[in-house]
DNA sequence: GCAAAGTGCTTGCGTTCGGAAATATATCGG
DNA sequence: CCGATATATTTCCGAACGCAAGCACTTTGC
């Protein structure tokens, strides 16, 4: 007899990677962006002055800080991205998001929010959907910040 | 005003992100073994004479071909995993699931058992998990076999 | 104040992955 | 039967990640 939990667990797991597939290469051709780089700066876009500490957003996408120093540094380039440094503490560097990259992230939902109507096109009713929503967010629940 | 579809979406990535966090240390420490790994060797574990191709493997796991032959050359020469021809196609390299392996992955399965419960273990009713887990079945529906 | 411990960030190294190309075999159309 | 196309697998190369170590700065305990 299998555990409900462990089936639930195996399911979200390979769910998540049936999802990346789908939308890590239109995201990537289009906009330029990863996965993580999107969630990335859909942390920014809601935090309060538009920045968060590396640390921060770390905890918020499960990576560890120097994958956000690594990710961070090539937007920073494109102008995405900024670099603020706080009054009080000098070893904080905030990761800030530009207009720039504000209109990016905003063209990268719309195409995020298309494909995710994809996903349930079939079969699948509007309140289902949002049970589904509901259930996954007392799972990050847990977590900083929820998203979105 | 956000889409449901895309929250669902958005908080399945970062639960997953979660849980990658929360398995992966232990199952590697204590087992030898990736997560990746571990679904690897249950899609074996299930199919009819516990073995697939490779191509087979790659599409239940939603990753490229070539991820599949570097993932099973050291679990090969670990003895958890052999190699079969086909008789009637000189193409086909089955990845098939030894004794040990059997073993292995076995030992792995309690272990996500055992952290599967303690994901759900406050604030979960038994019959929200199931929910859950029906839910995301729906998802993987499309896909070739569904584990467990 | 000051040494010690803690925190934020970055870098070096090893590991893992996807995509393109190469190889081998199979299937199809004539 | 034979060339063209399709499929299965592997290898090479570049990109992304975690961990451990190191540096800079802050906080704590005395």
Redesign the pocket.
Known sequence: MTQTSFLAVIRLLSAQALLEQKFS?ELGSVHGL?L?DSLLMMHLEQAPLLRL???DLAKRLC?????V???TLPLEKLGMLGREADAR??????VTLTDTGRKVIGAARQTLERKSKEVFKDRWGAEEIENLADLLGRLTASQPNDLV
């Not at 990576?63 to 994958?67: A, C, G, K, L």
């Not at 503490?89 to 905030?94: G, K, V």
């Open positions: 290469q990863s993580n500490s590396r640390v990576v560890s800080p120097s994958t120093t690594r990710m503490d000098a070893r904080l560097a905030y």
